[in-house]
């Protein structure tokens, strides 16, 4: 792909959504297959709202690692950069729709997902030194040699251009809580832009209030800080303003891809180099269409429907 854009690095997988809604998994009858993983889907949503991206990850030599590559290519994000390990199967997701809005996940990674096995040979370097917008994420240093890979590929970046860092924090993948603070933290300090909700900012820099917390991120050297809040909206703070954004108001069917939704309108707001506030009220709208529908790549929105809830 020429001109790239946007390359995002991390997880990927396919999800596997139950076709019942309100029922856990055993009782559930039937699951339909979709793209999966936040960097993946941050991906597509960049691509559906225009942008060239690409993702850097790696997936099993099985079919479900066929069907990423042909799914990624069919969104309009390109392959080149999906590796291969051998010894290990892509993975997968389960998650029953109960509650809608926060679906509880069970994720099939053992003994270790192949988008951790990143090494440094399967780094694009040319790209990273040169991508307009670069999106790491938090589980990305979860595990080696993944962490020292995206350690490596952050201190190469050196803060230029947008350098995005996601939270993305699961406890699942992390020893305890205070690695976790201490790997995510070091991201803190080789990114200008950061974005997660009031638990992730806990992990991340000590705190869960959203003015305190951008204060301290905005002290290590972030240029945008933009902290979700749930119900009461997204905080987005530079060094001179900040700006408390409202929530849109959808009725939920699956509140899993949300915040990938948000992060791909994110990525379109940064690179189209619009204001904080522009870009943090078209962002929530994304991710509340995301939101009101089944799916996560599948349902990432277009630049005219997010256009449409925001004219409501």
Same mark, same amino acid.
């Given at each position: ?22 029922? $856990? ?12 993983? =936040? ?99 938090? =589980? ?5 040699? $993944? ?31 205070? =690695? ?57 703070? =530079? ?74």
């Amino acid at each position: 792909m020429t001109g790239l854009e946007a390359l995002t690095i991390g997880r990927v997988g396919v999800d596997l959504y139950p076709q019942q809604s309100g029922v $856990g998994l055993a009782e559930v009858e039937s699951f339909a297959k979709f793209l999966g993983g =936040t960097a993946t889907n941050v991906a597509v949503a960049a691509a559906r709202l225009g942008r060239r991206s690409a993702v850097l990850t790696k997936v099993g030599q099985d079919g479900f690692g066929d069907y990423v590559r042909t799914a990624l290519a069919d969104f309009g994000v390109s392959p080149d950069y999906v590796g291969t390990a051998p010894e290990l199967l892509t993975p997968v997701v389960f998650c029953e729709l109960k509650p809608p809005a926060d679906p509880p996940l069970l994720f099939y990674r053992a003994p270790i997902a192949p988008d951790l096995t990143l090494t440094e040979d399967e780094v694009p370097w040319d790209v990273v030194d040169s991508v307009p917008l670069l999106w790491v994420t938090g =589980t990305g240093v979860s595990a080696e040699p $993944g962490r020292s890979t995206q350690r490596r590929i952050l201190e190469r970046r050196d803060r230029r251009g947008h350098t995005v860092l996601d939270l993305d924090y699961r406890p699942m993948f992390w020893p305890d809580v205070e =690695t976790a603070r201490a790997e995510i933290g070091w991201m803190v300090d080789h990114v200008n832009v950061v974005v997660g909700n009031r638990t992730e900012v806990q992990v991340a820099v000590g705190t869960a209030d959203p003015d305190e917390a951008a204060d301290r991120l905005l002290a290590r050297g972030v240029r945008l800080a933009v902290i979700k809040r749930g119900a009461e909206g997204v905080l987005v703070a =530079t060094e001179y303003e900040r700006w408390t954004v409202p929530p849109c108001r959808v009725e939920v069917v699956c509140g899993l891809g949300a915040g990938d939704g948000f992060g791909g309108a994110l990525i379109h707001g940064l690179l189209s180099d619009w204001d904080p506030h522009r870009i943090a009220t078209y962002a929530n709208a994304a991710g509340a269409l995301v939101a009101s529908r089944l799916a996560c790549a599948d349902a990432m929105p277009t630049d005219s429907e997010i256009e449409e809830l925001l004219c409501r």
